[in-house]
Every structure is written in C-alpha cells, then in structure tokens.
C-alpha cells in the first residue's frame, strides 16, 4: 500500500492559538507536520527537493515533495535530481531543509510573520550537536518560532503505543526507519540511551538492493524500473521468511509452492503486427511498377547515349573539316591559321581525331576494340626480349627491361585467371557430387551433414571462448599482466616476447630500443595476432555452409546459435514474445528484507535486527546491573517504523531473540498501531500535554546556555 | 551578549532589505510566472520566491551567483568536528551507540539466483550455487561481474 502525500493548503491558520503547538516529524522519507493534540497529521510529503529548469523561461525553480510526473514534463531535470537534506539519518544540508521548511509552512496556512507557535520537532538518536543547532538557529533566526523542543521519534512511538496500552513502561522499540534501524530499550517509561544500538540499514537500502537485482536480471527493461516503480513493488511483494535456507531450498528444487510464490510483472507490450502475404493483385502491381521503372531508367541512358554519339561525330566532322582546310592552306600560313582553332600543329589535330573516333567507337559498344589491344602489345612486346643484352643500346636494355616485366606480369595474371577457373570447376563438381550422394541415400547424408556441424561449432565455440576468456581476462586487469591460463595463445606469445625483450639487456639499464632490432619485436607480435584471427574466418565460413545446406534439407534443425545464447540478450532472429516483457520477482521478494537481519548481504559490517536487540539487552546490564529488569524487557518488544511493514516480520524477530536469550525467557513482539504515523502521534499527544511546556528552550536561553546545554538537553517522556 | 546584539542589529536591516525588496520584485515574480504554463501555476508545486513569514527570503540567504552547492558539512566532517574523545566514553554519542559487527556466522547465498552457495569463483570471487549459474557466471561481460559485486560491496574500486 503506497503512501499518499497530503500537501492540500491547509486554511485555519489563523485560527489556531499561538499558544497550539505545530508538531513536526521530520523523517528521512517522509515529513510529517501538524498540530498538537489532533488525530493526524496535516501535510505529508516526501522529504527531498529538486531543483529543475524551466524549459522556456530558463529560470530555476524548486519543487519539494514528489508531484505529477507529467507536470515535469515542461522542465529540464536532467541536472537535477531528487535530493535530500539527510545524510544518513542526520540532517546536514540546511539549505534543502530550508525549502522544505518553506514549504510545510506555506502549505500549514501561514501567512504573517514570523510562525509564532512553539514547535516540536523529531531528530535521530543521539543527534550530533552541530546539526541541532543549526536546526535551532535556522528556526529562530528565518522563522521567528519563540521556543523549540527536540525528540526522538521512536521513543514518541513507543510512549503512543504504551498509551494505547499496547506495550509496556519497560520494553524494548525496534524502530526500522529509511536509512537507519534503532533498537532503543525502555525502563520505567524513558528510554536509556547508553543502551542504544543503531544499524545503517534501513528501507532504502532494501529497494536499492531489489532495484540492482532486477536491473541486472533484465537489462532492457532498465527504463522501466524507476525507484519509485520498485519501491511500490518492493510494499506490495516482498516478506520475511522464517528460515531463509528452506525457504530458499523450494526454489532450488522448483518445487510447486515456489511457483506460486512467484509473482510476474507483465509489461504492456503489442505483438507486432504480422504481415500478410501480399495478394496476388499486389504481387502484380509491384511488378509492372518495377519493370516501368527499369524501362524509365533505360530509356534515359539510352538518350544519353544518343546524345553522346551525336557530340562526338559533330566534334569529329569539326575536325575533319580543319584537316581538309588545312591541305588548302599554304604551309606557312599554318601558325596563323590553327591560332584561330586552338590547335598548335597538325600532328596535334590528327591526334585529337584519333582520340574522338576511339571514343566514339566505345560509346557505340564496339567491344572488339579494347581485346585486341592486349594481344597487339603481346606480340609488341616480344620483340625486344629475344635480343641478347650486348647488341641493344642503353634505351634499348631499359625498354627490354619493361617488356620482361610486363610480360610475366601478363602471364603470371593469366595463370590466375587459369586457376580460378580450375577451382570454379573442381567446385562445380564437388556439388554435383554431393547431390548426388544427397539423392542416393538421403539419411546418410544428412547424418553425416549433421556430424560434421557439429565438430565445427564445438571448434568454433572453443576459440570464441578462448577469445572472450583472454578479453575478459585482459579487461578485469588493468593492463597486460595477467595470469597464465586466461591469455589465449596470441597473447601469451606477446607477453613473453615482451618479457624477454625487458630482462635480456643490462643488469637494472633499460637499453630496449638503442638498435634498430628491438622494434621489430612489436612486428613479431602483431603478425601473431592476425594468424589467430584467420583461422578461425574459415571454420566459421564452412559451419556457415554446412548449416545452410542442413537448413534446407531438414526442416527440423536449428542452428546451435540460437540455443547457446546467453541470458543477457534475446537472439535477434525471433520476434519478441509476451515472455520477453515480464519480469519475474520470485528469490528476491524474500532476499531483498533478509539484508535487515543480515547487513553482510550488501557489505555492511553491523549486526542484524535480532542482534542488535541481544547487544542492546547486553549493554544495558552492563550499565544497570539488575538483572530482573533485562528479563523483562523481551516481554514487551514493540517493532515500529515503515520498514517493519514486511509479512512476516514479527514471526521472524521472534525466533531470532529466542536464539539468543536464555531459555524460557518470555518473548512477546508486538506491532505498532500505525507504524508510519506513531511517532508523529506520539508527539503530538506529548505535545498537547502540560509537560510540553517545560521542556521546551528559547532563544534567550539558546544563546546564552550554549552549546554544552544543548548537547545535554534530552527530552523526558513520561511524567 | 554582543552576538545578541549584533544579530538584532542584522534583523533590523534584514527586515528593512526584505520590505523594499518585496516592492520592487513582486511585479518581476509576478510577470516570470505569467510565462509558464497553466496547469503548472494550478497545481501550485512550485516554492514560491517570497514568503511572507519569512524574515529573510532565500535567495537573499543564497544570492545568485555564488556557487550554490554550499559546502556543508557531511556526516563524517560533522562528527569528526563533535570530538566525542574529549567527553566521558560512556556518554551515548552519536558514534557510541553504533552496532558492532555481526557475530553470528555468514550468510553466503549465490550473487546471482540467491540459493545457497558454497563455492565461489576464484577468478570473479562471485558465490554460485551450481553448475549452470557458474557457465552463466563465466560468460558475463566484466560490467556485470563488477555490479553483482557492488551489491556485497565488493568490487574492485580504482581510486
């Protein structure tokens, strides 16, 4: 059951007595104020301030308490998130406790200044002197309140419930709280704080721990899990077993009652619409649109083509024209002649035409043009070659040269060209042969296929993993040193190649590098890894292979891929099923609570809340000496504070507190009437007492007593 | 004595800067918040700027302009500060009546599923309960390795 915040402004401010004390219970998760005397608090809300930007003005403002998700929308919160004025469970930042202050107060109804009722307000156990009296000065210096009285909210809780009759003068309060747990004993109505005993574990740290948990199991629905989603399921889901390990076994063995323990959160999620197979009609149409747009694009190629031709027989006939105008003109005239044209001389002409006709013949498509031409420098090139060395002229030795080179290379591509075709060949057989194997005995085949697939993925799978391993490996070190068995083979052979290039030189000199040697070291090592890498491409093309040649034989195989992937992503290839958007909270409802009995669990090094009590019982004797009343103190044992909410709780700390006292010593757990609201109940009946009255301080007394005096100063409860 | 004094002194002028102040800037808050939307000035979340029983409004505690992460002191700084060794060791103190570690025997459950584990893997020092948590285990990318760790508080922290 969720909390609810109540931040309606109240109205009757005014009309309540100055003499009416206002009530405060200032709690790490939730504030809580209102007046003496009456049944309930006011204003609730939670008990952290943000501080976003508006998105269009551009100025910062500040929200206390938790709103609207979708108000937030028109601001930027991405600098700011929620924050709180606690530490632990002591205040320390004045400044948000300031904004919360402000508005509580607002809220309450006030409206003239300064708040002239006297106020009570809840603090830790023990709190530290510096943040009372900051407290102190931030409501006498910015608030004007006359007088202040400080209490601890577990022992506002417990003297509640001892009104109510539900517990005891002498007992024991276990108060679980946000961030912290107290185990607080009482004798004779007050509590003894010598004999206190406090546990940084608290509510927070069980939602943090569900929210990490779940977070880790399911990766992708991180978004979802907000900490205000997993608060509320952390209240409605989780318990307290009594014996974890038992409880635990049901699990492991899967056993019916575990499956009905556990609970499923279904995400919302739309199946993906499924595609029909497109009608014929469609098929149809899609076609005609395609072959109208091939026919498009052909046409216009087509026109470009034309055009091209048309340029380049224009450009020719140009040309023909000058050469023809040029046999007329006088040899002298030339120069003068061609300056016009562009052309410098004749030969320039001739070359120019010879270059548009072999354009113009290959824009037309004539193919034969570019095969002859290797086989015109073939014969060209031969020439020079049969000539013996000392009957050539230096020029001649250079161009024998070039023709030697160009023809092996020529030959040397050729021998390629043969080979390819060689194994397009053998290949080409190689697959009938295999068809044919495939229509004589199909079963066989298909065995054998399947043995095949095998021995390679178990190949393939064992080098990914050598791979991973030394990755990991390499990743979890920082640097390169890392154990012998996790460096795959590569790896292994550049840390020793490095080793030895470190301890061969000098004793304590590092002469690494002097020579030119050294540096083909890294050389040696690169060229290892790129060996690792191919073998592995050819394993995997041939697994690739052999399964697609199973795929299509036998419609019952599934690539092994799919079966081996880890849990942290879904596969790809299949579409999403309703399975992949839920979560599953089974283990966790009940190992999430089990850190408040066993701070160990996420690293704390404290006592667990059936401990604590035992040490409290302890340390009181210590101080007491009186046996008679430590006995008694189990016998009223009250539990309050949000976090004691779990099922199972009571049932739980029973069991633990037997463990550790005498036997036969009565053990009576009791719950608070309401073990949210009590302590601000508690204060508030205080409040409304005579009693209240001489217990609060002032300003004059504040400033004049000083710190000392108010590092003593503890409230008495009873009367 | 004189900080009284001084501090009365200091709310006079306070009271003085408050009035004039909430003269002039009413009308500048006022044409600030008329730019926001509707349902935002309606559902009234946001802290308004002046309040009036208030004697001295924050933003002239905190003006603009200096940083406003405030260095206050955090926990440890404070209690470092309260020097709890220069009173009598039996006075309960914030410190004082903290738990001291747990004597009961350790509770080792796997990391991953929460069943009880009795091994644990030399190579991540993550606790598994049985084979195939430990194939999960050692096909983890590092990331993960290192949060299930944090959960028990501990993961390898570089500093």
């Not at chain 1, 409605?236 to 019916?256: M, W």
């Not at chain 2, 909430?22 to 309040?51: A, G």
Request: with cysteine.
């Amino acid at each position: 059951m969720p909390f609810i915040s109540r931040t309606q402004r109240q109205t009757d401010y005014n009309l309540i007595p100055p003499s009416c004390p206002i009530v405060i219970d200032n709690g790490a998760s939730y504030f809580r104020i209102g007046w003496a005397g009456e049944s309930e608090p006011r204003i609730i809300f939670r008990n952290i301030v943000q501080r976003p930007r508006h998105k269009i003005t551009g100025e910062t403002v500040t929200i206390v308490g938790d709103h609207d998700p979708m108000l937030l929308k028109y601001f930027d919160c991405t600098r700011s998130g929620p924050r709180s004025a606690f530490d632990n469970d002591v205040v320390f930042q004045f400044e948000i406790m300031e904004y919360i202050l402000d508005f509580a107060f607002d809220r309450l109804g006030a409206d003239e200044a300064p708040i002239n009722h006297p106020i009570l307000i809840t603090e830790c156990a023990c709190n530290p002197v510096h943040s009372r009296s900051k407290m102190a000065e931030l409501l006498f210096e910015t608030y004007g309140v006359p007088s202040i009285a400080f209490g601890v909210d577990a022992a506002f809780s417990y003297k509640y419930n001892q009104q109510l009759g539900i517990c005891d003068r002498n007992g024991l309060a276990i108060c679980s709280g946000f961030t912290t747990s107290h185990v607080i004993p009482f004798i004779n109505g007050e509590p003894v704080y010598e004999a206190c005993c406090r546990t940084n574990v608290g509510g927070y740290h069980v939602t943090d721990y569900l929210k990490q948990l779940l977070s880790l199991k399911y990766p992708h629905h991180m978004q979802r899990l907000t900490w205000e989603k997993v608060e509320d399921l952390k209240m409605e889901h989780c318990y307290i077993t009594l014996d974890y390990a038992s409880e635990v076994r049901l699990f492991q063995k899967g056993a019916k009652e575990a499956e009905e323990k556990t609970r499923c959160w279904q995400l919302p999620w739309t199946p993906t619409p499924v595609e029909e197979p497109p009608s014929e009609e469609e098929i149809a149409r899609k076609t005609a649109l395609k072959e109208r747009q091939g026919q498009r694009l052909r046409e216009m190629a087509e026109a470009k083509r034309s055009s091209k031709i048309n340029e380049l027989e224009n450009e020719l006939k140009g040309l023909e024209f000058l050469i023809q105008q040029l046999r007329h003109v006088n040899g002298n005239d030339i120069p003068s002649f061609l300056a016009e044209t562009g052309y410098v001389s004749k030969q320039e002409i001739e070359s120019a035409i010879v270059k548009v006709t072999q354009s113009l013949r290959k824009a037309k498509g004539e193919q034969d043009e570019i095969e002859e031409k290797p086989e015109i420098s073939n014969s060209e090139k031969y020439t020079l070659i049969d000539i013996p060395d000392n009957m050539l002229t230096p020029e001649q030795v250079k161009e024998k040269k070039r023709q030697l080179f160009l023809k092996t290379t020529s030959e040397g591509r050729q021998r390629a060209k043969q080979k390819r075709f060689e194994e397009e060949l053998e290949r080409e057989r190689r697959n009938k042969e295999d068809e044919q194997r495939r229509l004589e005995n199909p079963e066989l085949y298909m065995e054998q296929l399947l043995v095949k697939y095998k021995d390679l993925s178990e190949k393939v799978e064992q080098r990914k993993r050598l791979k991973t391993n030394g990755n990991n490996g390499n990743e979890n070190v920082s640097g390169g040193v890392g154990r012998g068995e996790r460096l795959n083979a590569a790896q292994k052979e550049r840390m020793r190649l490095l080793t030895t290039a470190a301890f061969d030189r000098g004793k304590g000199e590092d002469t690494f590098g002097i020579k030119d040697e050294d540096w083909q070291l890294y050389k040696k090592m690169s060229k290892d890894n790129d060996d690792e890498d191919e073998g592995p491409n050819e394993d995997e093309a041939e697994l690739a292979r052999v399964a697609s040649k199973l795929r299509e034989i036998d419609p019952t195989f599934f690539p092994k891929s799919d079966a081996s992937s880890s849990g942290t992503e879904p596969p790809r290839f299949r579409p999403l099923r309703k399975e992949d958007f839920q979560i599953l909270i089974g283990v966790e409802r009940f190992r999430c609570p089990e850190i408040l009995f066993h701070p160990n669990l996420i690293g704390i090094e404290q006592a667990g809340l059936d401990e604590m009590a035992g040490v409290s019982i302890q340390r009181l004797q210590s101080k007491s000496q009186s046996l008679e009343d430590s006995n008694g103190l189990t016998n009223s044992i009250l539990i309050t504070g949000g976090s004691c909410l779990y099922p199972g709780m009571s049932e739980r700390l029973e069991a633990g507190i037997r463990m550790i006292r005498p036997c036969g010593t009565p053990i009576r757990v009791l719950r608070a009437s309401d073990a949210v609201l009590d302590a601000w109940l508690g204060a508030a009946s205080f409040a409304s007492t005579m009693h209240f009255q001489r217990q609060v301080f002032n300003k004059t007394d504040y400033y004049e007593k000083g710190e000392d005096w108010l590092r003593r100063y503890q409230l008495k409860y009873s009367f | 004595m004189g900080s009284i004094f001084k501090l009365s002194f200091f709310r006079l002028t306070a009271f003085v800067i408050v009035t004039a102040f909430e003269e002039n800037s009413l009308n500048w808050f006022d044409s600030r918040f008329i730019l926001m939307e509707q349902e935002v000035i309606e559902s009234e979340m946001i802290l308004p700027t002046n309040l009036s029983f208030k004697k001295i409004q924050m933003h002239e505690k905190y003006p603009k302009g200096q940083a406003r992460g405030r260095h206050w002191k955090h926990l440890k700084q404070i209690i470092q500060a309260e020097n709890y060794q220069n009173y009598p060791a039996d006075e309960p103190n914030y410190v004082n009546i903290e738990s001291p570690p747990s004597m009961h025997p350790r509770k080792q459950i796997c990391d991953i599923t929460g069943f009880e584990a009795p091994y644990s893997d030399p190579r991540t020092h993550l606790r598994y309960a049985n084979t195939e948590v430990f194939k999960l285990i050692r096909s983890l990318p590092n990331e993960y390795v290192q949060r299930y760790l944090a959960l028990r508080n501990a993961a390898v922290v570089l500093k």
